[in-house]
């Protein structure tokens, strides 16, 4: 009876450890198939990234400080479109792609220096990113796109003259009239 007791306690250390030993092995499957999954959702984001994608940003980070009257954060992302453009490959770009940003670069960095040098003026930076908005808008509509953006109008902004703006939600935050006016206008176009 002791031999059978004995036995089975054997057994069930036995047992025990052995699946123990398939935890670990679970346990550490699933820690390289995590770390797998994450280098490939980074592989991925990087595929997603374009030559647009910084100056973008930059242009949003200018949008969305002039929507809250910030001139030194609309100054920053001023700074963060030229900086864009000077990391950006030329020779990377297709054709068309390249005909597009070389028709609107050189306006495009005197906008962006503009806004990013008058971060004490913010009717002068308004100036420059109703023009910054018409070259950005030209290299969107070329450029292979990450993201859905939506080009916004309001009819107020210059003088009544109107003017517009791209933007990556569909809610409008005016950038021309800031907080006297967050959300006149309207969206006009739907970029894919």
Same mark, same amino acid.
């Given at each position: 009876?002791?031999?059978? +007791?004995?036995?089975?306690? +054997?057994?069930?250390?036995?047992?025990?450890? %052995?699946?123990?030993?398939?935890?670990?092995?679970?346990?550490?499957?699933?820690?390289?198939?995590?770390?797998?999954?994450?280098?490939?959702?980074?592989?991925?984001?990087?595929?997603?990234?374009?030559?647009?994608?910084?100056?973008?940003?930059?242009?949003?980070? !200018?949008?969305?400080?002039?929507?809250?009257?910030n001139a030194n954060d609309a100054a920053?992302?001023?700074?963060?479109?030229?900086?864009?453009? &000077?990391?950006?490959?030329?020779?990377?770009?297709?054709?068309?792609?390249?005909?597009?940003?070389?028709?609107? &670069?050189?306006?495009?960095?005197?906008?962006?220096?503009? +806004?990013?040098?008058?971060?004490?003026?913010?009717?002068?930076?308004?100036?420059?990113?109703?023009?910054?908005?018409?070259?950005?808008?030209?290299?969107?509509?070329?450029?292979?796109?990450?993201?859905?953006?939506?080009?916004?109008? %309001?009819?107020? &902004?210059?003088?009544?003259?109107?003017?517009?703006?791209?933007?990556?939600?569909?809610? +409008?935050?005016?950038?021309?009239?800031?907080?006297?006016?967050?959300? %006149?206008?309207? !969206?006009?176009?739907?970029?894919?």
């Amino acid at each position: 009876m002791k031999k059978i +007791i004995s036995a089975l306690a +054997i057994a069930a250390v036995s047992f025990a450890s %052995c699946n123990n030993a398939d935890n670990n092995n679970t346990e550490a499957d699933v820690k390289a198939d995590s770390s797998a999954t994450a280098m490939q959702s980074d592989n991925m984001e990087g595929q997603n990234e374009t030559p647009m994608n910084g100056i973008l940003t930059g242009y949003l980070q !200018v949008k969305n400080a002039l929507a809250d009257d910030n001139a030194n954060d609309a100054a920053n992302g001023g700074k963060a479109i030229s900086e864009a453009m &000077a990391k950006l490959d030329k020779s990377s770009l297709p054709e068309a792609q390249a005909k597009a940003y070389n028709a609107v &670069a050189d306006d495009l960095k005197e906008h962006a220096q503009h +806004i990013n040098e008058n971060s004490g003026k913010i009717d002068h930076q308004r100036e420059h990113f109703e023009m910054l908005s018409q070259d950005v808008y030209d290299l969107v509509k070329s450029f292979d796109k990450t993201q859905t953006l939506y080009k916004d109008f %309001c009819p107020m &902004a210059n003088n009544n003259k109107g003017a517009f703006w791209i933007s990556e939600t569909k809610e +409008i935050k005016n950038p021309y009239l800031g907080q006297k006016m967050p959300t %006149c206008g309207e !969206v006009k176009e739907e970029i894919k």
